[in-house]
């Protein structure tokens, strides 16, 4: 009888737990509504997310890809250093660079990518800056003895009488000493002498004007 009594006991005991249980479980109408609405908010959160900027300066976690392309290549793991000579090229998102000799530094520790980049001899360097008003960029392109870029600043140095021209404008350096700096937003600042050629094209005639004044008479 007591086996029978505590089995009866176990029995009602698991019955209202599970019943408990059940109640508990079950979802309100308000309980229902209230995720939803949360759910609601968090996609309308993300769709007022900004939309990509281009080259990289949204600001956002994605890795950025470097390539160097070069005829030899070494490397000093314990420096974190690698140079590079010959015919170099280097495509990057930020930029493109080619030079004779170009030094790689890194950055030590787990995440490591670029710190800083010294390009020698025949530099060329091409940076696009994008038009605010969606059309195409404005190329600027440096040449140079010398570069130098900063990873943490997006800044490019250029020493070695540079010169850069954006578009049909030229500006030159008028002294070995006069250094020109182009930051991430392809904005130019120079230290030194420097001379500075505007071209400006001809207004084209608009469609439809005036006729041209007729010849005069021949006496």
Same mark, same amino acid.
């Given at each position: 009888m007591k086996k029978l009594a505590v089995l009866i006991l176990f029995i009602a005991c698991a019955t209202g737990a599970r019943m408990e249980a059940q109640i508990a479980a079950e979802p309100t109408e308000a309980s229902r509504a209230a995720p939803e609405k949360k759910a609601k908010k968090t996609a309308d959160k993300k769709n007022e997310s900004p939309t990509t900027k281009l080259f990289g300066q949204d600001g956002s976690n994605a890795p950025t890809t470097t390539e160097i392309y070069a005829d030899e290549a070494f490397f000093d793991s314990t420096k974190n250093v690698g140079i590079f000579s010959g015919r170099v090229k280097v495509t990057d998102p930020r930029f493109n660079l080619q030079s004779d000799k170009l030094t790689v530094f890194i950055t030590k520790g787990q995440n490591q990518g670029l710190e800083k980049a010294i390009a020698e001899g025949n530099v060329g360097l091409v940076r696009d800056r994008p038009d605010p008003n969606g059309g195409p960029p404005t190329r600027a392109v440096g040449r @140079? $003895?010398?570069? *130098?870029?900063?990873?943490? /600043? !997006? $800044? %490019?140095? +250029?020493? !070695? #009488? =540079?010169? %850069?021209?954006e578009g049909l404008?030229? &500006? %030159? @350096?008028?002294?070995? $000493? #006069? %250094?020109?700096v182009i930051n991430q937003n392809?904005? +130019? /600042? *120079? &230290? !030194? =002498?420097?001379?500075?050629e505007i071209t400006q094209q001809p207004k084209e005639e608009k469609k439809g004007g005036a006729p041209p004044a007729p010849a005069l008479p021949k006496p």
């Open positions: @140079a $003895d010398k570069a *130098t870029y900063t990873a943490a /600043t !997006g $800044d %490019v140095e +250029l020493r !070695g #009488t =540079p010169r %850069v021209q404008n030229m &500006h %030159v @350096a008028t002294s070995p $000493d #006069t %250094v020109m392809s904005q +130019l /600042t *120079t &230290h !030194g =002498p420097s001379r500075t």
